[in-house]
């Protein structure tokens, strides 16, 4: 059983940082690409940044230049870094992985809430 546990979330003010992490854990024979989401209320879940086993990254539009993904192999952990967060930034962020387990598919984590607001 493959499971990703989000942390790292809470309450920041405008202008702020965090740093979300992502661990998988379970039989894992390896993680390819892993990625991070957020859903806002009443929005759709958007992908907003990703990284490949080696450390390609891509970004979403609205977070270029002020986020940053990361992953540590050996720790089967994926990291976010967020910087100048702003209000529009307030979502439940989701981490993402595709991993092969004895079979590929595709898990997510159970989400951790992110709040700017002065």
């Known amino acids: 059983q493959v499971q990703l546990v989000e942390s790292g979330g809470g309450l920041v003010q405008p202008g702020g940082s965090l740093r979300l992490s992502c661990v998988a854990s379970?039989?894992?024979?390896?993680?390819?690409?892993m990625g991070w989401y957020r859903q806002a209320p009443g929005n759709k879940r958007e992908l907003i940044a990703t990284i490949t086993r080696g450390g390609s990254t891509d970004y979403a539009n609205s977070v270029k230049g002020r986020f940053t993904i990361s992953r540590d192999n050996a720790k089967n952990t994926v990291y976010l870094q967020m910087n100048t967060l702003n209000p529009e930034d307030t979502a439940v962020y989701y981490c993402n992985a595709d991993i092969d387990s004895g079979r590929q598919d595709y898990y997510w984590g159970q989400g951790t809430q992110v709040t700017v607001s002065s």
């Open positions: 379970g039989s894992i024979f390896s993680i390819y690409i």
